[in-house]
């Protein structure tokens, strides 16, 4: 049984950091790219960033990327998002999923496997 478990949320101020992680187990993930994504209240679920699971290659939204930063510890089978120069603006729920899939990183149909998310609450 594949368990993707988040955790690292919390309540910050505009400007600090902030890193989360996804504890990964049940599966063998190689070959598998593990991404973040995030829901705002109101708002569809967007991709944030993936990282392939085998090579550490990464894909960040345009809009995130230089700020956030996403990275794997394959010994303890997890994956981070670190969060610099946070925003109101970044408040939401954010969630790790997995996919097999080599393609369509970005579309929350790819993926066959969903964390429960973290809050991350920016107050300005």
């Known amino acids: 049984q594949v368990q993707l478990v988040e955790s690292g949320g919390g309540l910050v101020q505009a400007g600090d950091s902030l890193t989360l992680s996804c504890a990964a187990s049940g599966h063998t993930f190689s070959n598998y790219h593990i991404s973040w994504f995030r829901q705002a209240p109101g708002k569809e679920r967007e991709f944030v960033a993936t990282?392939?699971?085998?090579?550490?290659?990464?894909y960040y939204t345009d809009s995130l990327k230089g700020r956030f930063t996403i990275s794997r510890d394959n010994a303890k089978i997890t994956v981070y998002l670190r969060m610099n120069s946070l925003k109101p603006e970044d408040t939401a729920v954010y969630y790790c999923?997995?996919?097999?899939?080599?393609?369509?990183?970005?579309?929350?149909?790819?993926?066959?496997?969903w964390g429960q998310g973290t809050q991350v609450s920016v107050s300005s």
């Open positions: 999923a997995a996919t097999a899939l080599p393609f369509g990183f970005e579309k929350r149909s790819s993926y066959n496997y």
């Open positions: 990282i392939s699971w085998t090579t550490g290659s990464t």
